[in-house]
Each structure stands twice: as C-alpha cells, then as structure tokens.
Nanobody
Framework: QVQLVESGGGLVQAGGSLTLSCAAS????????LGWFRQAPGKEREFVAS????????NYADSVKDRFTISRDNAKNTAYLQMNSLKPEDTAVYYC????????????????WGQGTQVTVSS
C-alpha cells in the first residue's frame, strides 16, 4: 500500500509561480509512473503532467506545456510540479497519483491518489 501527500498549494497572483510536492510512503515509489492531475470546480479531473518511473521521460497537457515542469526524486520518494506563469484558469485542486503500469494521461491507469492541494490564481 502506498500513500501520497501533496503540499505546496496556495494563493498566487497571475504570472506567479508555485512548486507542488508529492511525498510517498513505502519503499516502492520508483516502481510507479507518476502523474499530476487537477480538478476545477464543476469540471472533470484532467491530466496535467506525468513522468516515467526513472524520471527520464515526461509528458504534459498542451495547456501547461512550457510553463509547468514535472520531476521526481526516487531517493526521497518525492515528486514535484514546478508551475510558472500561472493563469487564473490554472485554479484547481491538484492531485498526484501513481500508476502500476505506464505513465499516461488516462486517470483510469492510476490506482493510488493523494488528497489534493488547492491552487488559486488571482487575476
């Protein structure tokens, strides 16, 4: 069993930056692909970014490409989402999740989820 805890959310002005962290319990963190997802009020949860088990490959939603950077430190059982040039439309609860196979953009592939952290971007 793996547990995930996100942190680093908050209120920021448009154009600002935040870095989210995702801390995992257990010793098997490096066996999982990892994704970040977000859910805005009244909307479905959507893919943001994902990273392979080793961290050598990444994937981004078009809406965040060139603004967000996903990374992971398997020695620390922690993943990060660096968010720059934030926009009001980035406002959402952000979740990290682990996938036993692959590291795609399909929510159904992810079996472990954190509780989420709120990001609010003011205009």
């Amino acid at each position: 069993q793996v547990q995930l805890v996100e942190s680093g959310g908050g209120l920021v002005q448009a154009g600002g930056s935040l870095t989210l962290s995702c801390a995992a319990s257990g010793r098997t963190f490096s066996r999982y692909g990892l994704g970040w997802f977000r859910q805005a009020p009244g909307k479905e949860r959507e893919f943001v970014a994902s990273i392979s088990r080793s961290g050598g490959s990444t994937n981004y939603a078009d809406s965040v490409k060139d603004r967000f950077t996903i990374s992971r430190d398997n020695a620390k059982n922690t993943a990060y989402l660096q968010m720059n040039s934030l926009k009001p439309e980035d406002t959402a609860v952000y979740y990290c999740a682990l996938a036993s196979t692959g590291w795609g953009n399909d929510l159904a592939d992810y079996g472990y989820w954190g509780q989420g952290t709120q990001v609010t971007v003011s205009s």
